[in-house]
């Protein structure tokens, strides 16, 4: 299955057997965030916009009711069953965005330059 990062456009393959967090894993992307792989954090969340998925309990501490209704799940807790567009959600939101700027810099780091 081919699944579609919106936030980059970039796409990445998923097995059937595979969670989307696992394939999203494989980019090697900078920054972004990778924790339980059990739906305990919630950092991976993501809101799926189209494609169909199978998926495994997530705690309503991480996924409303609200949430999941308008396709909030959580990236580690869902296997894609045919291709998906996904748009990252909060946390993983924060960390492609930082990704995103931290490339268009060319892959410097900007600040305030260290006291000598
Ligand atoms: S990685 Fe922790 S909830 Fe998905």
Do not use: N, Y
Request: with cysteine.
């Amino acid at each position: 299955m081919r699944i579609t990062l919106l936030d980059t456009g970039e796409c990445f393959d998923c097995h059937a057997d595979e969670s989307v967090l696992h394939g999203l894993a494989r980019l090697g992307k900078r920054g972004i965030p990778v924790g339980c792989r059990g739906g305990g954090c919630g950092v991976c969340k993501v809101e799926v916009v189209s494609g169909a998925f199978r998926k495994k309990a997530m705690s309503r501490a991480h996924v409303s009711a609200e949430e999941e209704a308008r396709g909030a799940v959580l990236a580690c807790r869902i296997c894609a069953e045919g291709d998906l567009q996904v748009k990252a959600v909060g946390k993983l939101q924060q960390a492609v965005q930082r990704t995103i700027e931290w490339q268009c810099r060319g892959g410097q780091r900007t600040g305030p330059a260290k006291a000598a």
